[in-house]
């Protein structure tokens, strides 16, 4: 089939070598010409493990096509995907400029049957909209789609070839069967295409969003709570987890949950709540928990040095919002180095891949470093943000020789308790036993 993505973002570009990869013929389209230049050239412009090899393949075979011009990319596909942002506006609701405006166009530019598929996160009604506002100019029959997209950044590629479900909203039989046709080979595992009305999926979207945020943050209560009574969370979340209806996953207590989707989608769900009169008291708790929670070391380090941190050297481990990605939306370690940086401390920083991204919105502030034992050199204390895998195994002997104060704050709880304690380092992290040496 051939394929439109407009917008070659994180979503876009994922989309887009994914359809390539089961035989679609797709064009991207972008209006960052660098961006679409860098792309035809061959370079991947966002680190994501396996997407380089799909890419190279695809973009060699000629089935990846990149472009800046809209009316290329409109004219192309049979099917046209929108992968437009959709960011935080001011109120906290989603800012739809970017898929209204692509609408505008598309009503005046396409001339002939045409399936507009909304991949972006976009608030319950949006797709009627988009509808209006392609009628207004449209001079031939065209379907619009709701197929929001759950991936997930650092396993994007795995979770597109071999989804869990694929959401399809849509009344037009011919756009559902052929958006069926288009994810038949995604479908192998035996994972459902779901199908429903536009507005139940957009709004399965922003609920699966919205429940993992909650689900998050009830364990960072109760990993606070933990610490006022002595209990010990990773005890009570093996405890808990092993409940088949509550599972195991996304229970990992740390400095919250931070990226481009989570923190906006929350938000943009609380607002849309608020229009009709909905107030979801749920979601409230949910974002101000989730904003404590991101400085929820400091009071630790700010007791650890007596309320002193003015010339104090912290070395800063990981500032991606989570590990395998540079993505650093919304990263919760910023937040804490924000605040060392107010109370004049210095930061010296180590990530495997985000510290580009950082550099370019911190060029004056941070200093950062070859590898994650640079980092340690003069510095007073050692503190974790992200886990990435090579932070898991250090080499504790180095860590604590370079240390001036021996003690690790640790927002992503990566050591056994017991093992740093027979290290002799003082270890502080969330919702366990403090180690004081
Ligand atoms: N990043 C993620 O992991 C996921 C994101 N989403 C949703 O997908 C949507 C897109 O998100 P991302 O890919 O992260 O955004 P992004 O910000 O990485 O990329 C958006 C791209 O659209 C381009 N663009 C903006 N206006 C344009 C226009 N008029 N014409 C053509 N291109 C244009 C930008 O230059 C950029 O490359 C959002 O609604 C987001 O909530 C959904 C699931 C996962
Ligand atoms: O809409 C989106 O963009 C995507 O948002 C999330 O994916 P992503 O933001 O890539 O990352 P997650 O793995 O969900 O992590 C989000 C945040 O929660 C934190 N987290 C996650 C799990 C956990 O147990 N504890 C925890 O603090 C992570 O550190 C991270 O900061 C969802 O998991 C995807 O399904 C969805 O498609």
């Known amino acids: 089939m051939k394929i439109s993505v407009i917008g070659t973002g994180y979503v876009g570009l994922v989309t887009g070598t994914c359809l390539a990869e089961t035989g679609n013929e797709v064009v991207c389209v972008d209006i960052d010409a660098e961006k679409v230049q860098k792309m035809k050239d061959g370079e991947v412009p966002i680190y994501e493990p396996h997407l380089d090899v799909l890419f190279d393949r695809n973009l060699k075979a000629k089935r990846l096509n990149f472009t800046t011009s809209l009316e290329e990319g409109l004219q192309y596909g049979e099917i046209i995907f929108l992968a437009l942002p959709t960011p935080e506006d001011e109120d906290g609701s989603a800012d739809l ?9 598309i009503g005046k530019k396409i001339s002939e049957y045409k399936v507009i598929v909304d991949k972006s996160t976009v608030p319950v009604g949006t797709s009627e909209k988009v509808k209006e506002v392609i009628q207004k100019n449209a001079k031939c029959d065209f379907d619009v789609v709701s197929n929001p997209e759950f991936l997930r950044e650092g396993f994007a590629v795995d979770d597109f070839l071999k989804p869990e479900r694929i959401v399809i909203g849509s009344s037009s039989e011919k756009a559902i069967e052929l958006m069926k046709k288009l994810y038949k080979p995604f479908v192998r595992s035996g994972n459902p295409i779901i199908v429903m009305d536009e507005k139940s999926a957009e709004l399965t979207k922003y609920a699966a969003n919205s429940f993992l945020a909650t689900k998050i ?71 101000d928990v989730n904003q404590k929670q991101k400085t929820i070391l400091l009071p630790k380090i700010q007791a650890f040095f007596n309320h002193q941190l003015k010339d104090k050297k912290f070395a800063v481990w990981g500032l991606a919002f989570k590990p395998e990605t540079d993505d650093i939306r919304e ?42 034992y640079d980092t340690l050199d003069g510095a007073d204390a050692l503190i974790i943000c992200t886990e990435w895998s090579i932070f898991r195994t250090p080499d504790f002997g180095k860590v604590k020789k370079s240390l001036s104060n021996n003690v690790i704050f640790d927002g992503r709880n990566l050591y056994d308790i017991q093992d740093v304690e027979n290290e002799g380092i003082s270890y502080y992290s969330i919702g366990r036993k403090d180690v004081k040496i």
């Open 331 to 372: 990263a919760p370690a910023l937040y804490l180095i924000d605040e060392l940086l107010k109370e004049g401390a210095e930061i010296t920083a180590f990530d495997p891949e985000a510290m580009d991204n950082v550099a370019r919105k911190y060029s004056d502030h941070i200093t950062f470093s070859k590898s994650m």
């Open 217 to 287: 943050t009830f364990m960072n209560e109760i990993a606070n709570y933990c610490e006022k009574v002595g209990a010990d969370v990773d005890m009570v979340r093996r405890g808990m987890g092993t409940d088949s209806r509550i599972g195991k996953r996304f229970l990992f207590p740390g400095i919250g949950y931070g990226g481009s989707c989570f923190p906006k989608d929350v938000k943009a769900l609380h607002k849309s709540g608020r229009e009709v009169d909905y107030d979801f008291q749920i979601l409230d708790a949910v974002i």
């Open 97 to 105: 400029s970017y898929v209204l405006g692509v609408a505008d166009d």
